[in-house]
C-alpha cells in the first residue's frame, strides 16, 4: 500500500492472492489493508490536501502535474491495459 509516499505492508502483515479470473492463475499477492491503514491512509490525504502544495498551486502547474500524469499513463499503456485485463479475466 502506498501510503504518505511511501509503501507500507498491512498493519497485521496479511496479503491476499488476485488470480485472472479467466484461467485461475495468480497473478501477485497485495496487501489486506486493515481498519487501521485504512485511517493512516485517510489522515494521510487530508494532511496532504491541507498542507500539501496542490491547494497553493497556480493552476498553471497543476495542468503540468496532470499533463506529466497523462504522458506516463500513455506511456505505459499497453502494460497498464494488459494487467487490467488479467485482473477481469478477459485478455
Not at 496479503?15 to 479470473?21: G, K, L, Q, R, S
Not at 499477492?29 to 496532504?48: C, F, G, I, M, N
Not at 497553493?56 to 494488459?82: F, G, T, Y
Amino acid at each position: 500500500m502506498l501510503i504518505d509516499g511511501k509503501f507500507h505492508k498491512a498493519a497485521n502483515n496479511n496479503t491476499f492472492d488476485t488470480f485472472n479470473p479467466a484461467t485461475e492463475e495468480k497473478i501477485t499477492h497485495v496487501s489486506a489493508a486493515t481498519k487501521e491503514d485504512v485511517d493512516k491512509a485517510v489522515k494521510a490525504a487530508r494532511r496532504a490536501f491541507e498542507t500539501g502544495p496542490w491547494r497553493r498551486m497556480a493552476p498553471v502547474e497543476r495542468q503540468k502535474c496532470i499533463n506529466k500524469l497523462a504522458d506516463l499513463i500513455e506511456k505505459n499503456r499497453d502494460e497498464l491495459a494488459h494487467l487490467e485485463s488479467l485482473d477481469n479475466g478477459k485478455p
